[in-house]
């Protein structure tokens, strides 16, 4: 079946720098993925939605060039967390429409930041 | 705009209990409708999912769950709780198969011997 594959699974990085979560459809192509944010013990938060070749759309209260974008590819999207800081720590993770299962939408592993 | 209350944040039942999760969405057309399970520190795991047809759907690990229009409910089933099910349970929905997915608060189920 479909599969989504999210790298890394776990992260640990220093404030005030930079870390790259990649999210892939391993035997699909997703023209949309969407990124969402767990808190602990929280429910799941749309980020965004990545649309390969265009720009990403953000939900309000998402800072764009904080969280940056990338969909380069039809099973590559990345999200970048840019300057990061201790309150960007959290549990972040990918889905994908794939039509080859009636458009279910399919979930990544997940990415847990930890920013120290 | 598309909303989820599952209003039992947490439910502690006996193994070999029966179990009901209540999910209530608002939406004005037919949703697509979502059950999850996230153990502590992994990801979703999909148990079933109503797009259209049969009001009754069966998912994985014996969970079902039951759509409502009338009452705007996608109540989520199990006959016979083991102890693996215990874990935090999202319910969700959206207007498509290719549209974001919004989510309950979830609720969180302990089982007890």
Redesign the interface.
């Known amino acids: 079946g479909a599969v989504v594959s999210q790298h890394p699974s776990w992260v640990i990085c220093k404030s005030g720098t930079s870390v790259k979560i990649e999210c892939r459809s391993l035997d699909f192509q997703a023209t949309?993925m969407?990124w969402y944010r767990q808190f602990p013990k929280?429910?799941?938060?749309?980020m965004a939605?990545s649309n390969e070749g265009s720009k990403a759309t953000y939900e309000q209260g998402v800072e764009k060039d904080k969280f940056l974008i990338n969909h380069a590819s039809l099973t590559l999207s990345t999200l970048t967390v840019t300057s990061a800081h201790p309150e960007d720590s959290s549990f972040y993770?990918c889905?994908a429409?794939s039509?080859l299962s009636?458009?279910?939408?399919?979930?990544?592993?997940?990415s847990?930041l930890t920013v120290v | 705009a598309q909303s989820v209350t599952q209003p039992d944040i947490h439910i502690t039942v006996s193994e070999g209990a029966s179990l009901e999760l209540r999910c209530n969405y608002s939406y004005g057309a037919t949703p697509y409708l979502f059950w999850y399970v996230q153990s502590p520190g992994q990801g979703l795991q999909l148990l079933l999912k109503y797009f259209s047809g049969d009001t009754l759907v069966q998912g994985i690990k014996g969970f079902e769950a039951e759509f409502k229009r009338s009452q705007s409910s996608f109540n989520l089933r199990k006959p016979s709780v083991h102890w693996s099910d215990a874990a935090e349970y999202f319910c969700a929905v959206s207007n498509s198969g290719n549209t974001p997915l919004v989510f309950g608060k979830g609720t969180r189920l302990s089982v007890i011997a």
């Open positions: 949309t969407f929280q429910s799941l938060m749309l939605t993770i889905s429409p039509s009636g458009n279910t939408i399919y979930f990544g592993e997940g847990w």
